[in-house]
Every structure is written in structure tokens, then in C-alpha cells.
């Protein structure tokens, strides 16, 4: 048994400690104000909330990881897949759209899906010539997809550019869009696992980096699926919306009673609300996750993890299962996108930066200890908070480095670039997690 696992077991109040810690953290946001500290709960809460959607991700590459040592660097393209569900899904269709291509946009995927399923039978079937066959088949079917797609999406796209130029949704209710959020991530997942997993380690590496930046790349070309670069906004949410609660005389009457403002009150009802809503689904899956993690099929995993070779040789299907975890892990990132999109109200596939949804969630894995769920939540909401406050530290330490030095370029060049500490700040962080503890804050059991 290693050192830092001797210690984790010798030190069972370890993981408590360190969460309490965290609380006094987000307390002093919330309460104290000065250089280093907000003194708003509105801004405490709102750093909590997306540090938890930040912890269900992490818990779905903690799970690739941590199980069965998969090596996902599309963490953002998972996350996009999963962010598109609350457009299709919560938002009212757009008048017109359906009629002028909806039917021919379907049917053009579902050729596109047949060519790709027709190809895999004849690679399987056929012995001689099969490569020309397969080229043949891709070919036709390619040019099907191309002649029915194209038009079809000009024609959506023409319907009222203004405003809409995009399907529109189903009107259903926004929490739905969280599992088919979790069911769109899964689904690429198994389609990228089926072609990667089975190689080297390095090819899922590849090719989850690759599928990131293409589903990106669609997301901000596609104008007809959710309006591209040019946004959707009003995602509606499954709580209040603030300036209803403000307009509530026994709202006004309860934040008054309490000693806030109507408007500063409203906010962190709300945000109480999300908090609320993404701890129980946090929960769930932490709940699931070590029910499975601590069952023979999570024994197996760490088996697999540690010793392909040895566990191949006892007659386990190491693919199959790498497949299994991969799109597990990939349906809870799935879902953690589509949270974040109803907290926001807004799809903006330009945000999709992979050094804040990719880089980022691995270092709250790597901080908080892989393997062990607990620890992927507590690096996560630390990582976070850290990730904001070191935009307000950074300056604040450049300025106090900087202050004997006399005024000049070199000084004003220094305050210019303090905006950037917060990249230097997360690299310090993960140096010194893998200098003094490499199993992570809180290693695995």
C-alpha cells in the first residue's frame, strides 16, 4: 500500500476537514467584504452553483479515469452535445421551421446513419473487394445525405433569420432536457468508443480531442440546429424568474423581514433554488456511483484499470467494458452541459473554450483525486472557486509584488498582464498537488 494511501486510511477525517474548510470559504464570500472577498451571497452562491455543475463533470471523467483509466480530452465537446438538449427540447417550435425542412433534416440523418451502418456490414461481410464496396456504399451514400441535408437547411435557416432561423424546441419541460442531454453525450460516446476503444491508449486521446472541436465546430456552423453563433437566448428554467418574485408582495414582505432588498433577496432565492435542484441530482449520481464503484462490476473496473493483461487472461471482454464506462462517464458530463445551460439561459457555442471545459475539469479531478468520487467534488467546487477568485487576487498580488518598483513599462506591463494569473495560479495549484500529494487531496480508497 503506498504512502498516500496509508495516510488517506489512517486519516479518515481527512475529506470532512478539507469540506468544512471549503464552507468557511464560500462563508467569508458570502459575509465578509474587503480586497479579498465579495461580502455578497448572491455572488457566494452563484460561484457554488456552477462549481457543483463543475463536480458532476468532473464526476463523468472521474469515472473514464479514475475506473478505468480512459484518457477523455473531449471533455468539451461532450459537454456542447449535452447544452444543445434544453434548445430542442425546452424551447416552443419555431413557426414555420418544421414545414419548410424538418421532415427532408431527419430523413437526411437517418440516410446518413443507414450509409454508416451499411458500410459496417459490408466491411463484415464481404471478403474480396470489400474496401471498394465500403468506398462505393460511404460515396452514394454521402451524395443521398448531401442532396436531402443541404436544401432542407436552407430553407429552415431562411424561415425568419431574424429571430429564429433554427428548428425551435419541443416545449417540453427544461428538466427533460437534462437526461437527453445525458443520451446525446452517450450517444457520441459510444460511436467514438466503438471506432477508438480496443486500440492504444493514445488513439481515444486522439480521437475524443478530435470529436470536442468538431462538435464545436457544428455548433457554431449549424445555424439551424441552435442558431450557431448567433445564440438562443430565454431558455426557459425550472425555477422563479427574479423581477416575478420582486413583483410578489409577500416575497418583498419576506426579504424585508430578513433584511434585504427585494432585488438583492429575489437573486439569491433563486440561486437557492439551482443550488438545490443540482445538489439532489449530485447526489444521485454520487449515490449510484459508488453503489457501482463498490459492486463486482466496479472491482472489475479497477481490475481492468490496473492490469489489462491479467484481467483479459481471466476471460474478461476489456473493450466491452471500457466501451460500458466511457459512456457513462460521457452521459453524466452530458447531463452537467445541459445544467449549465438552463442555469444560464443562453446556448453560446463560442464559449466552448477547451482550456475552461476541458484543461480545467481535469485538474479539478487530478486535485481532488482520481477515483474517488468524493475527492472529484472537492476539487471541483475548489478548483472553481480558486478559478474566480484568483481574477480578483491575481491584480491584487501583482499590484502588492509590484509597488516598490519604480513607475515604467516593465511596472505597467506586469498590471497588464495580471489578468492572466489566474492560468498561472491553476498551474501552481496542480504543481503542488502532484509534488505533495499525487494521489490527489482526497486519494483513492
Known amino acids: 500500500m503506498s504512502t498516500n494511501r496509508q495516510a488517506a486510511a489512517s486519516n479518515p477525517w481527512r475529506a470532512p476537514i478539507l469540506f468544512a474548510f471549503l464552507a468557511i470559504l464560500f462563508v467569508l464570500e458570502g459575509t465578509v467584504r474587503n480586497s479579498m472577498f465579495s461580502g455578497s451571497w448572491n455572488t457566494a452562491l452563484a460561484i ?27 471533455v468539451v465537446g461532450f459537454l456542447a452535445l449535452g447544452g444543445v438538449a434544453p434548445v430542442l427540447v425546452s424551447l416552443q417550435p419555431v413557426e414555420g421551421a418544421w414545414q419548410a425542412g424538418g421532415p427532408r433534416v431527419l430523413f437526411a440523418l437517418a440516410v446518413g446513419v443507414g450509409t454508416l451502418a451499411l458500410a459496417t456490414q459490408v466491411w463484415k461481410r464481404l471478403h474480396r473487394g470489400r474496401t471498394l464496396a465500403m468506398l462505393a456504399v460511404l460515396l452514394v451514400g454521402f451524395v443521398l445525405y448531401r442532396g436531402l441535408f443541404d436544401p432542407a437547411v436552407t430553407a429552415i435557416e431562411a424561415n425568419n433569420p431574424a429571430r429564429h432561423g433554427n428548428l425551435g424546441g419541443l416545449g417540453l419541460p427544461v428538466l427533460m432536457s437534462w437526461l437527453v442531454g445525458g443520451a446525446f453525450a452517450a450517444a457520441a460516446a459510444w460511436a467514438v468508443g466503438k471506432v477508438a476503444l480496443g486500440l492504444r491508449s493514445d488513439y481515444l486521446a486522439i480521437a475524443t480531442l478530435g470529436i470536442g472541436e468538431i462538435i464545436v465546430a457544428v455548433l457554431k456552423n449549424e445555424d439551424w440546429l441552435a442558431r450557431g453563433v448567433k445564440n438562443v437566448t430565454s431558455i426557459p428554467r425550472p425555477v ?37 435542484l443540482f445538489l439532489v441530482v449530485l447526489l444521485s449520481i454520487i449515490l449510484l456511483a459508488e453503489l457501482a464503484l463498490k459492486s463486482p462490476w466496479g472491482r472489475m473496473m479497477r481490475a481492468i484499470r490496473d492490469n489489462e493483461t491479467a484481467a483479459e487472461a481471466m476471460g474478461k471482454d476489456v473493450t466491452a467494458r471500457h466501451l460500458q464506462v466511457f459512456v457513462l462517464g460521457s452521459a453524466v458530463i452530458g447531463i452537467a452541459g445541459a445544467m449549465m445551460i438552463t442555469q444560464d439561459g443562453l446556448m453560446a457555442p463560442v464559449s466552448y473554450n477547451p482550456l475552461r471545459y476541458t484543461f480545467l475539469i481535469w485538474v479539478m479531478v487530478i ?47 506586469l498590471l497588464d498582464s495580471s489578468a492572466h494569473m489566474r492560468f498561472i495560479a491553476m498551474g501552481l495549484v496542480l504543481l503542488l498537488v502532484l509534488r505533495f500529494a499525487p494521489r490527489g487531496l482526497v486519494p483513492e480508497n
Open 240 to 276: 422563479p424568474y427574479e423581477i416575478d418574485l420582486q413583483q410578489n408582495p409577500e416575497f418583498v414582505e419576506f426579504a424585508t423581514r430578513w433584511g434585504f432588498s427585494a432585488a438583492e433577496a429575489s437573486g439569491i432565492w433563486v440561486k437557492l433554488c439551482y443550488m438545490l
Open 48 to 74: 457554488l452553483n456552477m462549481g457543483l455543475i463543475s463536480a458532476i463533470t468532473a464526476l463523468g471523467v472521474n469515472m473514464q479515469w479514475g475506473y478505468a483509466g480512459l484518457f477523455n480530452v473531449g
Open 367 to 413: 486535485v481532488g483525486g482520481s477515483g474517488n468520487n468524493w475527492g472529484a467534488v472537492l476539487g471541483a467546487v475548489l478548483i472553481w472557486f480558486l478559478w474566480i477568485k484568483a481574477e480578483v487576487w491575481g491584480p491584487e498580488l501583482i499590484g502588492l509584488l509590484t509597488s516598490p518598483l519604480p513607475e515604467g513599462g516593465l511596472k505597467e506591463h
